[in-house]
């Protein structure tokens, strides 16, 4: 199946080093090879890049590599397919809008005969289970809460039952975000670490890089990086509960 990459933070923060060691696992480190995709929240705006091409051969995964762009909220996946075509349409994330904003969203796992209707404006454009999911949980947020975005609370329990209905069909692991706030569902494995002061080395073990983030940030910086296998060989990472949904604001789980 697929992996996961997130990245929440309190500051605008690039996700070079992360990146790094994550793309390589599409097609050197494992078999992630049936394409990739990122996106980045800049203000109202996403920067949202997809290939069909396995990241560690794709040039524009190369530029990510090299461009540090700075995010707040960044989602990143590569893909094993289970369900769709290796096509450009079928590489997550995918985005949509809901409520005045964009909505990012990357699955991994394999939902079996998951087909509930959809009467909304949400439709799928590629063939995958994952992007039929997405549609569904944003047809379920409209029907519940209107015309209006709610309260975080609020929206946190409305996707904890969403994605426990989901979850019913197979395997759910997921990573959702507006740009404000950063949600993860496991469903079989999911980690996640936070970088605050006092920042220390960190080494990638996919690659042999390392680096030392007391010298790229402020005593006031704080980053959250969730992912589905740990990035790092010297970093304690806490590993999410089957079934449970965590949400990160500013570099922490307030959820």
């Given amino acids: 199946m697929c992996q996961l990459l997130g990245m929440n933070c309190n500051v605008p923060t690039d996700i070079v080093f992360s990146f790094t ?42 530029l990510i590599k090299r461009c540090p762009i700075k995010s707040k909220n960044v989602i990143a996946h590569i893909r094993k397919a289970t369900q769709g075509r290796i096509a450009l349409e079928n590489c997550h994330p995918f985005v949509r809008e809901l409520w005045g904003r964009y909505w990012v969203f990357a699955h991994n796992g394999d939902l079996k005969n998951f087909m509930p209707p959809l009467d909304g ?56 975000s507006d740009g404000s706030a950063l949600f993860a569902h496991c469903a079989t ?50 590993r999410f509960a089957e079934g449970e949904l965590k949400v990160f604001v500013d570099g922490t789980p307030v959820w």
């Fill in 189 to 238: 494995n999911l980690h996640y670490i936070v970088r605050q002061y006092p920042f220390a080395e960190a080494r990638l073990s996919d690659e042999d890089i390392i680096v030392d983030f007391s010298q790229v940030t402020t005593p006031n910086d704080r980053v959250a990086i969730i992912v589905t296998e740990p990035l790092t060989a010297n970093e304690t990472w806490i």
């Fill in 21 to 62: 060691g994550f793309a390589t696992r599409g097609g050197r480190t494992d078999i992630h090879n049936d394409g990739w995709g990122i996106a980045f929240f800049e203000g109202a705006g996403v920067r949202h890049f997809v290939d069909y091409q396995a990241a560690i051969a794709s040039p524009i995964a190369d």
């Fill in 121 to 176: 404006p949400y439709h799928p454009v590629g063939t995958t289970d994952s992007e039929w999911a997405f549609c569904y949980l944003l047809q379920q947020l409209r029907t519940r809460f209107g015309e209006s975005l709610p309260e975080l609370p609020n929206l946190t329990i409305a996707l904890q039952e969403i994605t426990r209905e989901i979850a019913a069909y197979g395997v759910f692991n997921m990573m959702l």
